[in-house]
């Protein structure tokens, strides 16, 4: 079957919801080609118009980890995009093959992921829907993003042609803030990327459920298990990178850029280090998550782990509070000694009596105002906890 009277059809290579996937054969130019052929045009109405934004989309990105599109137009009255064929697999069959793979294969498929992931958030797209599936290798081991049929850019208000509160994805890599209904934006991306990673290290996504909404549920409250407690042989650096890209606010996730950069550089060979800073809210303090099970810490990106592997929270240790109480236990004995002091003056040291100064004088470590001054430990029962 020719196409457009150059694209030779040879083989099916997959079938999706919106299209068939074919290898062709571009007789003007003489190579292969990948051709998509719309199914339908009348099964759903925005097929069309979601068909011609994937063309937009990735038409506007030109960048080696991004399956590049050469062409795109009607067949009687089918739409068709022409794309470049990526010889190898996808890591969803590489999955299946392997199970999980090694930490230095999965860096290398980070920076390349999160390296077209910039180029798509750098033109305003959001791509949506990562997941090993729409991660291809080339022929020589090299990440494509392939599959933009869902996603958006950044200032469309139709949010990429889908119908008002439609969460669209696979909820196996959707992040928190999605399956809560708001907009998708770059860190949404980026924690899908890291439920891949997750799984590419360990062989299972960071969470599986019976159902959809289950593994929803699970994005939102229940932190990851770290990849090493499941036999991941990784360093702390990667690990503690990782989790940061699985944290549950979006503010809290390294950009694509910094991630890109970050595991090229080969930074997850060593010990933890802090996370870069993703432009967090100004006084918003991070803190460690723990999840159910005692004694696992989940880190996210403003927390360090040592170098035996235990996470190292940076919450504010609560020694203000303590310096405060202590204070007031020291303003609490001046002004009772000054009290003591002043009785003694006036009515002298030897007509002054334990009766008579428990009668008129407080003692501070009975009455509920003096004690209350001290730390609330310490407070007999029905004594006030505390200012």
Avoid at 46 to 60: C, I, K, N, S
Avoid at 144 to 154: H, P
Wanted: aromatic share 6%; net charge neutral.
């Amino acid at each position: 079957m020719l196409i457009a009277g150059r694209y030779r059809l040879q083989t099916a290579l997959g079938r999706g919801a919106m299209g068939e996937v074919w290898r062709a054969y571009d007789e003007m130019i003489g190579r292969s080609v990948a051709v998509k052929l719309l199914l339908s045009q009348d099964a759903d109405p925005t097929a069309a118009a979601r068909f011609r934004l994937e063309a937009q989309t990735a038409g506007l990105l030109n960048h080696r980890h991004v399956v590049g599109v050469l062409d795109f137009g009607a067949y009687e009255n089918r739409l068709f995009l022409v794309m470049e064929l990526v010889e190898g697999d996808s890591l969803a069959g590489v999955l299946n093959d392997a199970g999980r793979l090694p930490a230095g294969q999965v860096a290398r498929i980070a920076a390349e992921a999160a390296a077209g992931l910039a180029a798509a958030h750098q033109q305003g797209i959001v791509h949506r829907d990562i997941k090993p599936g729409n991660l291809l290798l080339d022929a020589e081991g090299s990440v494509k993003i392939g599959d933009f049929g869902i996603a958006r850019f950044m200032d469309d208000p139709a949010g990429g042609l889908t119908a008002t509160g439609q969460i669209v994805g696979t909820s196996l890599y959707l992040a928190p803030e999605r399956a809560l209904g708001k907009t998708a934006g770059p860190p949404s991306d980026m924690y899908s990327l890291g439920c891949v990673l997750y799984q590419l290290l360990t062989g299972r996504p960071p969470f599986q459920a019976g159902s959809p909404v289950a593994v929803l549920h699970h994005h939102l409250d229940t932190p990851p298990t770290p990849p090493r407690e499941l036999g991941a042989d990784l360093p702390p650096a990667f690990e503690n990178y990782l989790l940061g890209l699985l944290a549950k606010q979006p503010e809290d996730r390294p950009t694509a850029v910094q991630t890109a950069a970050w595991y090229s550089s080969g930074s997850w060979k060593g010990n933890a280090e802090p996370l870069p800073a993703a432009m967090p809210e100004p006084g918003r303090h991070r803190q460690a998550v723990r999840p159910a099970g005692p004694a696992t810490t989940y880190a996210l990106p403003s927390v360090m782990r040592d170098t035996s592997g235990g996470h190292r929270s940076r919450r504010r240790p609560r020694s203000g509070v303590n310096e405060l109480l202590a204070d007031r236990r020291r303003v609490a004995g001046a002004a009772a000694g000054a009290v003591v002091f002043l009785l003694a003056v006036l009515v002298g040291v030897a007509v002054f009596s334990p009766d008579s100064s428990s009668a008129e004088t407080p003692d501070p470590g009975i009455t509920g105002e003096v004690s209350s001054s001290a730390t609330a430990p310490t407070a007999p029962e029905g004594s006030p906890a505390g200012p």
